[in-house]
């Protein structure tokens, strides 16, 4: 099994961003995705979590309302987006799939967002 | 501020053993949530070392081994390695009012 995110991303504030995390292997619907935020000021920060088999999604109250999880099963496709960007939301970005216990098993290598004027 | 805290850092020679504490409250660890704990290399993605409090995913050495007792965990490194430098980090769930998984800040882990 293998989560594999999409590359670097340089935006400005108030941009867009959808960034990407694809799973590998037919267990994509069988476990819930999580990603996680890690910046060196606030350390690992757990977003929110999504059932791929319904979108059940749940939001860590910090990042409700911030941004938008969401994930496409027909290309076992996870995403995390954004409206509009601020410059506190860099940061490397992970997805990671919840297993036993609802531990993060399998992590992507990591997507860097930086958001600068 | 984590509602996890941890030590900023341990050291210790190869061979011998170091430990880590996770300590939190009765709304997570305290509230029988389970603890696990992930190892990180400079550079990459953090790596599942410990799940369920004291249980080690397949390909884990068994010089790592977890504890939990009342609202504190530790997770114990025997046998310290060189490759063991990296930093550690300790997650439960919080069932208190904000209801969400959290991390410890962190703990770096110096071979000298």
């Known amino acids: 099994v293998q989560l594999v995110q999409s590359g670097a991303e340089l935006k400005k504030p108030g941009e867009s961003l959808r960034i990407s995390c694809k799973g590998s292997g037919r267990a994509f619907t069988s476990y819930w995705l999580a990603w996680v935020r890690q910046t060196p000021g606030k350390g690992l920060e757990w977003m929110g979590s999504?059932?791929?088999?319904?979108?059940?999604?749940k939001y860590s109250p910090t990042f409700r309302g911030q941004v938008t999880i969401s994930v496409d099963n027909s290309i076992t496709t996870a995403y995390l987006q954004w409206r509009s960007l601020k410059v506190s939301d860099s940061g490397i970005y992970y997805c990671?799939?919840?297993?036993?216990?609802?531990?993060?098993?399998?992590w992507g290598q990591g997507t860097t967002v930086t958001v600068s004027s | 501020q984590s509602v996890l805290t941890q030590p900023p850092s341990v050291s210790g020679a190869p061979g011998q053993r170091v430990s880590i504490s996770c300590t939190g409250s009765?709304?997570?660890?305290?509230?029988?949530?389970?603890v696990h704990w992930y190892q990180q290399h400079p550079g990459t993605a953090p790596k599942l070392l410990i799940y369920?409090?004291?249980i080690r995913p397949s390909g884990v050495p068994d010089r790592f081994s977890g504890s939990k007792s009342g609202t504190s965990a530790s997770l114990a490194i025997s046998g310290l390695q060189a490759e063991d430098e990296a930093d550690y980090y300790c997650q439960s769930y919080d069932s208190g009012l904000t209801r969400n998984h959290i991390f410890g800040p962190g703990t770096k882990v110096t071979v000298l």
């Open positions: 999504i059932d791929p088999t319904d979108s059940d999604t």
């Open positions: 009765s709304t997570n660890i305290g509230a029988g949530n389970d």
């Open positions: 990671a799939r919840m297993g036993n216990y609802y531990a993060l098993g399998v």
């Open positions: 369920g409090n004291n």
